[in-house]
């Protein structure tokens, strides 16, 4: 079973709803944050997810830091949530289903494969703290947010991300983890032009430690955010075996990622 994977669409500048087209190669489709506006573009932006339900059995969606721009988070996700529950498209054929996954368990129809969502917001340490909130604009574009408020969903994204694996691990599953922040230090995931940038905690966190990342129940974990694409194996200790980390993201329109691709999918 396939699943096409793409991530940091970015299409609320140049606003592009309503044109950006992706050619199915898989059922199911993972958007994992970064498509756009949630609310300053509600109406387009669910249109593009109508569009995308007429075309996948099954589209994924893990909320990035952009979604909630012009808004504020609780909004964001009330709008996503009731999207999702909406029985206007649930109970239509034509459509498939959309799965939220903020901190979200979704099991891939007929097989023994659950993947585990959430945007994952990083750990920014306080002597990064001045940077980071002055060097991203999600501090200035979304409503009611700080450090303080981020490094809050940070540790709740990542005690969650624990906690289901701990439960599942004993079980004969094998996870996939999507997130929108990245969870690994590893140079193969990191821009060479951003290597020691002041403001890479607002980007990522080195979760190599975490029950999440070290489980050998894990077996891929696909991310967005850095603008930065990759496909790789990274090793792990204590006989783990290796957890293959992937990102597919397409940048923001004038300046796309080298390496995304349109129709890249993993087997699962």
Known sequence: MAIQILSDLHLEA????????????????????DVGNVAGHRDEFLGFL????????????????????????????????????DPKHRDDPSLGDFILLDRGVWRLPDSNTVILGCSLFSHIPPESSMAVSMGLNDFFQTDNWGVDAHNE????????????????????????????WSPTLDARAIDPRHVGSRITSG???????????KSSSVRLWAFGHTHYNCDFEADREDGAGPLRLVANQRGYYFAQSEGFDLVKTIEV
């Open 14 to 33: 140049p606003k592009a709803y309503d044109i950006f087209e992706i050619e199915p190669k898989a059922p199911h489709l993972a958007l994992l944050g």
């Open 153 to 180: 969903m940070h540790k709740r994204d990542v005690s969650w991300l624990n906690a289901q694996v701990a439960e599942l691990e004993g079980s004969d599953v094998r996870i996939i983890i999507f997130s929108h």
């Open 50 to 85: 109508t569009r995308q339900l007429r075309q996948f059995r099954t589209v994924i969606f893990v909320p990035g830091n952009h979604e909630a721009y012009h808004s504020d988070w609780p909004e964001t996700l009330a709008i996503l949530r009731a999207f999702e529950k």
């Open 203 to 213: 980007f990522l966190t080195d979760l190599s430690k975490e029950k999440c990342f």
